[in-house]
């Protein structure tokens, strides 16, 4: 009997605790009745859902360092500009004026509202600003705002608030002095780094960026209503929005799921209007069956992947062995059979997106003759008789499948074109970034994505042999010198002119072989219309609508 | 019986203790730390940054500090999720594993007892072949496969479920059975061998003898023992489903504890690294503690306190 009694018990144990997990459900089924109870509405509803993958690190403009948390700020808040088809167009600043050095800016704010009704001011940009170069807010993106005058030395703890180049002259003036003349400043300022704050209410409540409610306000297109961490944000359109007469949606839901099979799932079966990027993924092996039914969307963003040559490992510090290497390499048959995204060869450094003729670039794709002249005068120069005399070069990469066929296939083309023995080498990213800082390695992948629509973001990787970027430790003195003199040039033709000799030099000495240009693949809703991409992979949904 | 308890839980504290040191030192180890990335921060930002979060003192001051905190369970704020300290993650993230996984659970011992003793009692004849080709199908479908195959059928062809995400009942029924088929199929050959067992032994022949019937036989005096090694594999198992799976989690964007367990470690994110191996520690060992004491009460042969430890 006692025995009875005891599995008797076990067992109301184990329901009782089933039970009291039952009760969270509650709240969240009687969220979706209201759901339902809006679709009837309107004919067509203007209701979006997304993906966007993972939970974003910070909703905080100064805080926010990864695309996710982007994605969903440029909904909810707008900078002084903003970008549309590709270029800056005025958003929260009215109008502007530019002093003849093109190093001071003055800013008219517009008669804007945050979304609680507070107007937006230009002293809510400058404590913004201020807020995210103040050291004692670690904010790691602080950086994104050292073009302004003083940013760095106050960030450095070198210079006082006071000192840096941002002010508000009155409630609806703004105006910003920077360290060197600019040209892309107004790109920057789309940037969400560079987005404002209600300085009210951040003065008070220093927490309010943490969670939805009535303390978090946002002066974009649309509010953020609910947040459930981990699981989805609810964004819905902004009614103290001062354009807000042209955005026609009324609700954003952004869902957290981090599995792009799931993902093109859930868009087949409605739940999603959208599937892949910017925000999500669409699996690799679903590419060719999408594209096949007409279902594919691609568009080139700003992005190259490349490998790394370390110019001070031997043997590759020897040019034309890095020609060799650069030249062997079949692009066409990795983008068409292994990225399978319509990736566009890259025989240049700067995306196609900025420096449109570099969808040529500045060599031939699998040159194999040219490869074989230059190993030939590399392993003289080197001392060497034969391809046979050099030892394996090993190749890293970080683990990834895609990166490891991508490896395997350059692996094969070196050795059949050349003969060079390469050996694979694969780490977990956060080891394998460490090595390639460190330069313990000799030829690694890295990808690299704009920041803003400017061929510098790619060029000033390699202007400085220690600049934290540069991993291949090569410097040239006259790439440097271009690179600076285009930061001051005034007359923006002259200075792209600039950078492309900059990266004629960067194409002729290689201490990077480009593989390929990023694209950026999706399948949407056919009735959605109006979103904005731009060429950074950056996705504005303020002029979104459903036909 | 308490004496035995308390004893355990001091056993407890220890492996805790020890597992808390080794995470941390490994975790230290590995190269790379929560502020590298693709884009390398500054180094006077980086350097700030490492003040700020104390990554800059000596390593034993550090680790003294940890402990102290873990003792007030205060696992201290997220290195990557601005905002939100490791807590928060946990409290949100527990009950949305806890739930899916009691439900997992309930199924894969319903179903799995079912089937083992269907097939013990049909011992070489259909209902047992079937039963056990479950079970070997079981064992050997990954969950993830099972999860996506689920998804396909009952979701995008049938309709019947929502492909993913966690809203209401109806969302959580495909992650539960995904999770709880390798378990189900795993429980069903326990509990059929062990039934098989209990069935060739004397006093089931009395029963018989007796001339009660082939079902209170079965339900008075076979299953309970036949259920032993079940409740054995039990501890490890809930300790593992009620904690979340990173694969099923994924799968069906599950927004549960079971995805911080990988990605803090990719995002080298120190503190919830810490703070969720700590709490998945204190429920295996919690678990297990269970388990044993349950052993006691259903077969009073073992004996706790005495020389013979259960397990």
């Known amino acids: 009997m006692k025995k009875r009694l005891s599995l008797l018990f076990s067992l109301m144990l184990v329901l009782s605790l089933f039970l009291a997990a039952c009760g969270g459900f509650d709240k969240k089924e009687s969220a979706d009745d209201t759901k339902k109870g809006e679709d009837k509405k309107a004919d067509v509803p203007q209701e979006l859902h997304i993906n966007i993958n993972t939970e974003p690190f910070s909703l905080h403009p100064g805080l926010a360092n990864d695309s996710t948390s982007g994605t969903v700020l440029r909904q909810t808040f707008e900078g002084l500009t903003v970008i549309k088809d590709g270029k800056p167009d005025l958003a929260a600043a009215e109008s502007y004026e530019v002093s003849d050095d093109l190093t001071t800016y003055t800013f008219k704010l517009r008669d804007a509202k945050w979304t609680n009704g507070d107007p937006v001011t230009a002293h809510d940009f400058e404590y913004a600003w201020k807020w995210a170069l103040d050291p004692k807010n670690q904010s790691q993106y602080a950086y994104q705002l050292y073009y302004i005058k003083n940013g760095q030395a106050f960030n450095e703890g070198k210079a006082k608030a006071e000192d840096v180049g941002v002010k508000a002259i009155d409630d609806k003036t703004l105006q910003v002095t920077l360290e060197n003349p600019t040209p892309y400043f107004l790109e920057l300022t789309a940037f969400y780094t560079y987005y404002p704050v209600n300085s009210k209410i951040a003065q008070q409540n220093p927490d309010w960026y943490k969670n939805a409610g009535d303390q978090y306000t946002s002066n974009g297109p649309f509010k953020m209503v609910s947040w459930e961490h981990n699981s989805k944000i609810v964004l819905e359109k902004n009614e103290n929005y001062w354009d807000a007469n042209n955005v026609k949606l009324t609700k954003i839901e952004m869902v957290m799921v981090n599995d792009p099979n799931t993902e093109l799932s859930m868009f087949n079966n409605g739940e999603l209007d959208w599937a892949g990027s910017p925000t999500g993924n669409l699996p690799t092996d679903a590419l060719p069956q999408l594209k096949q039914e007409g279902k594919l969307h691609v568009q080139p963003i700003a992005g190259t992947y490349w490998y790394k040559f370390n110019t001070e490992k031997a043997p590759l510090n020897n040019v034309n062995i890095r020609k060799a290497l650069t030249y062997a390499i079949d692009r066409k048959a990795i983008v068409e059979n292994i990225t399978k995204g319509e990736q566009v060869p890259a025989m240049a450094a700067v995306p196609p997106t900025m420096f449109p003729e570099n969808e040529k670039g500045y060599f031939k794709d699998n040159d194999v003759e040219k490869a074989k002249e230059h190993l030939q005068k590399g392993l003289e120069e080197l001392g060497l008789k034969d391809v046979k005399d050099l030892p394996p070069i090993t190749l890293s990469f970080n683990t990834s499948e895609a990166h490891a066929k991508i490896a395997q296939a350059i692996q094969d083309m070196w050795k059949k074109n050349l003969g060079i023995e390469v050996k694979l080498e694969n780490a977990e990213w956060n080891v394998y970034i460490d090595k390639l800082h460190s330069g313990d390695y000799q030829i690694g992948r890295m990808g690299w994505l704009g920041d803003f629509n400017d061929p510098i973001n790619f060029l000033e990787l390699y202007r400085d042999k220690k600049g934290g970027n540069n991993d291949t430790n090569w410097e040239n003195p006259k790439y440097k010198q271009l690179l600076i003199d285009s930061q001051k040039e005034k007359d923006s033709e002259k200075r792209l002119q600039m950078l492309k000799e900059a990266e004629a030099i960067l194409m002729d000495e290689l201490p990077i072989a480009p593989i390929y240009f990023y694209t950026q693949t999706w399948v949407q809703k056919d009735n959605l219309k109006g979103v904005e991409l731009s060429g950074l992979g950056d996705v504005q949904f303020k002029w979104a609508y459903f036909e | ?311």
């Open chain 2, 1 to 311: 019986m308490l004496r035995y308890i308390g004893r355990r839980l001091l056993y407890m504290l220890l492996s805790l203790f020890l597992i808390i040191t080794a995470t941390f030192f490994l975790m230290r180890a590995a190269p790379g730390g929560p502020f590298s990335g693709e884009k390398k921060l500054p180094p006077e930002i980086e350097k700030n940054l490492n003040e700020f979060y104390g990554l800059d003192r000596p390593w034993y001051e550090q680790y003294f500090d940890y402990l102290t905190s873990i003792a007030q369970w205060d696992f201290g704020p997220s290195f990557k999720y601005k905002g939100q300290t490791v807590n928060d993650l946990i409290n949100s993230g527990f009950p949305v594993s806890f739930f899916l996984g009691m439900e997992a659970l309930l199924i894969a011992v319903g179903m799995g007892v079912l089937l083992g003793i269907i097939a013990a009692l049909n011992h070489n004849k259909w209902q047992d072949y079937a039963a056990m080709i479950f079970a070997v199908l079981g064992i050997s479908v990954p969950s993830f496969i099972m999860a996506s195959l689920l998804q396909y059928v009952l979701a995008i062809k049938l309709g019947v479920f929502p492909v993913a995400r966690w809203e209401s009942f109806m969302h959580t029924i495909l992650p539960a059975i995904a999770l709880a088929t390798g378990p189900t199929a795993f429980i069903a050959r326990l509990t059929r061998s062990s039934m098989l067992e209990v069935l060739s032994n004397d006093y089931i022949r009395t029963a018989k003898a007796k001339g009660l019937s082939r079902m209170q036989i079965t339900v008075r005096h076979a299953i309970r023992n036949a259920l032993l090694p079940v409740v054995s594999y039990l501890g490890p198992l809930s300790a593992g489903v009620i904690t979340g799976s990173f694969v099923i989690e994924k799968i069906f964007g599950i927004p549960g504890l079971g995805s911080h367990f990988v990605l803090s470690i990719s995002n080298r994110d120190y503190t919830v690294i810490m703070g969720v191996t700590v709490f998945y520690s204190i429920i295996l060992l919690a678990a297990i503690l269970l388990v044993d004491i349950a052993y006691g009460l259903i077969d009073p042969r073992i004996k706790l306190a005495g020389g013979k430890k259960g397990e």
